[in-house]
């Protein structure tokens, strides 16, 4: 509303353009489109318009009619929407909705905007501000600043500790609005960041994506795009982003990922199973499978799936994992048929001397020290130093990689039979084993988040993951030895998610701890950004019925209101007679919700009140870029 006022005060300089206070937008959007003089020299006259919407090519001034154009045909102009676009959302090509051209654009209401999306329990309903890209920029940059991030521990094997030194090889965990933290992120990991996981809420109407606004469907494909957008700039040249989904959304975020990814940069649609015994549903269909769609950021080596093409290939026991196994001599068989390997037949095979292997690239593989000498009936053979095998079971039935095999691309079915990887009902154990409590409906388990980072990384990149949740991926992510950054804003990140990783530190033998003979160690950062207008929402919520009106006092001179608030007119009479509720619901309304998170570049404010500690980490944080 800001800038929109301040234009429209500029076009009122010419009786033409706007009379008695009524702005005639047609005429605007004509002469705009004609390029008329009055106008151009109206808006070339002053800075903020010049700003807005003109760009300088060598010195002259060039006029965007077009974002002209959108700026004052925007539903600004009209009561209660921010949007240009229609109130429907579907697949459009050239104004149309899905025709047969060949470019298809998902167009929905709020798609020019910036949803804030906070929220700190999962029942919890909130009215959403739709920041509009054109009209509020101003806003919208203050939003996105960098922010100062408090309360920082160090957890590692010793317990919590003071953060006394902050590096990139640092882990990290924060608290708070999962779009601003990016936005934070962006000033000090821009490009660094290798895998990307999130499993978002679903917005099927039954999970914690529950915002109190009658264009569900768009708010939710408002609230990804803002956070997928910048999720690409974190992301380094070779990155890869994996986003999880079942078929509420999974084909509109499939295109919108498409817009933001662009076509050519998507690698797979991954389908998990999820479980093995799914519900009946009211159309008698028993869903099994959610979706994992994959994207790279530019360009990719390519995923690694760790499973040898070609005969009848067993997998790794986790059971069996170590770092080195050791095989006495004559335990093991093999299927091979002089020298020849063969499915579905076994012949026994006596070593000759003990065999040493050592892993190799992934958890699949394990590669020879030295010679491996074995003999098949009364053949001797030799199999040389870097044989890759794959071992199954406490059996020990081996099959090596001749020269010339290669590993074979993963399957875009993730399951328990084609990769060993678990169901829910499996995570929901594993959950259940840390806790002794079921805390999650439907948590991924940790050997599926294994397999996903497995396909993408190797040990000390970086993987996010911006809907943490109870912490899976960070908790998989240490075990693997990839460094990490996890985002929550829900209030159980304290009690669970942290939790969790103390756990992992201390070597808690659940989930995939024994496929990467994980014993413990390491440490992670815990911070929260700061939260100036939550402490004021705080004391508007539990203020008892006399203490309102001192509130309310307090407001006026503070930089926490609204700038679109006037206080002159509404008297202090006026506020006092309200009820309780009608007070509490106006303190609310007058704050401005871009204070809630105080901005790094206004950390010295003695109004805010942030203390020695937190400036000093928050500023080594960002001078780590």
């Not at 953060?163 to 962006?186: E, P, T, W, Y």
């Not at 994992?292 to 009848?312: A, P, Q, T, Y």
């Not at 958890?363 to 199954?392: D, S, Y």
Request: include cysteine; charge should be negative; hydrophobic fraction near 35%.
């Amino acid at each position: 509303m800001k800038i929109y006022n301040h234009i429209k005060t500029v076009l009122e300089q010419n009786e033409k353009f706007c009379k008695d206070g009524k702005l005639f937008k047609n005429v605007v959007v004509e002469a705009g489109l004609k390029l008329d003089p009055e106008l151009l020299s109206i808006l070339l006259s002053d800075e903020t318009a010049k700003k807005y919407f003109f760009t300088d090519v060598n010195g002259v001034a060039v006029f965007d009619k077009v974002k002209f154009q959108k700026f004052v045909s925007n539903k600004q102009f009209l009561p209660d929407s921010y949007t240009a676009f229609k109130n429907k959302i579907g697949l459009t090509a050239n104004g149309e909705y899905l025709t047969e051209a060949n470019e298809v654009v998902l167009d929905f209401p709020y798609k020019d905007c910036v949803l804030e999306g906070g929220q700190t329990k999962d029942d919890q309903k909130r009215q959403e501000i739709f920041w509009n890209e054109t009209l509020a920029p101003d806003e919208i940059d203050r939003l996105f600043e960098p922010k100062v991030l408090t309360n920082w521990k160090r957890y590692d094997k010793d317990g919590e500790h003071e953060v006394k030194s902050i590096s990139l090889d640092d882990n990290l965990i924060i608290k708070g609005n999962n779009l601003i933290a990016l936005h934070s992120l962006k000033k000090v990991y821009k490009g660094k960041v290798k895998l990307i996981y999130i499993d978002p809420p679903y917005n099927t109407g039954n999970d914690s994506f529950q915002y109190n606004d009658s264009f569900n469907h768009s708010t939710w494909l408002t609230f990804m795009k803002n956070r997928l957008e910048v999720a690409k700039e974190l992301l380094s040249d070779n990155g890869v982003i994996f986003v999880q989904c079942d078929d509420h959304e999974q084909e509109y975020l499939k295109v919108l990922l498409n817009d933001i990814f662009k076509r050519e940069n998507f690698i797979a649609n991954f389908m998990w199973m999820k479980t093995s015994t799914p519900p009946s549903l009211s159309k008698n269909i028993r869903k099994k499978l959610e979706y994992i769609l994959c994207f790279r950021k530019n360009s990719f080596e390519g995923l690694n799936g760790g499973i040898v093409e070609g005969g009848d290939m067993p997998l790794l026991n986790s059971g069996n994992k170590n770092d080195i196994l050791t095989f006495p001599k004559g335990s093991v068989k093999f299927n091979i048929e002089d020298g020849t390997y063969k499915s579905k037949q076994l012949d026994r095979v006596e070593l000759i001397e003990d065999l040493i292997v050592k892993n190799g690239y992934n958890e699949n593989q394990l590669v020879i020290q030295g010679e491996f000498k074995w003999k098949q009936n009364t053949l001797n053979n030799e199999i040389n130093e870097g044989t890759t095998f794959i071992i199954k079971s406490e059996k020990f039935a081996i099959r090596y990689m001749r020269e010339g095999e290669r590993v074979k691309k993963p399957s875009n079915l993730i399951s328990k039979k084609e990769c060993n990887v678990g169901t829910n009902e499996d995570a929901a154990k594993e959950i259940e084993a840390l806790f002794g409590e079921k805390l999650f409906n439907f948590p991924k388990p940790e050997s599926l988040i294994a397999y996903i980072i497995n396909m993408a990384t190797i040990e000390g990149d970086i993987v996010l993951d911006f809907h943490l949740g109870s912490g899976t991926t960070t908790a998989v992510a240490h075990k693997m030895g990839r460094r990490y950054i996890g985002i929550e804003q829900m209030d159980y990140i304290s009690n669970v998610t942290i939790e969790r990783m103390k756990k992992v530190i201390i070597g808690e033998q659940g989930g995939v701890s024994k496929n990467y003979n994980w014993k413990g160690g390491g440490s992670f950062i815990y911070c929260e950004l700061a939260e100036q207008t939550q402490a004021i929402l705080t004391k508007i919520n539990e203020a008892k019925s006399n203490e309102f009106d001192s509130i309310w006092d307090d407001l006026k001179n503070s930089l926490y209101i609204s700038y679109k608030v006037e206080f002159k007119n509404v008297s202090d009479d006026e506020f006092i007679n309200k009820s309780v509720e009608e007070k509490k619901e106006i303190l609310k309304t007058i704050l401005d919700k871009n204070t809630l998170y105080v901005p790094f570049s206004e950390m010295e404010n003695s109004e805010y009140e942030i203390n020695s500690y937190d400036k000093l980490n928050t500023t080594r944080f960002y001078g780590n870029n």
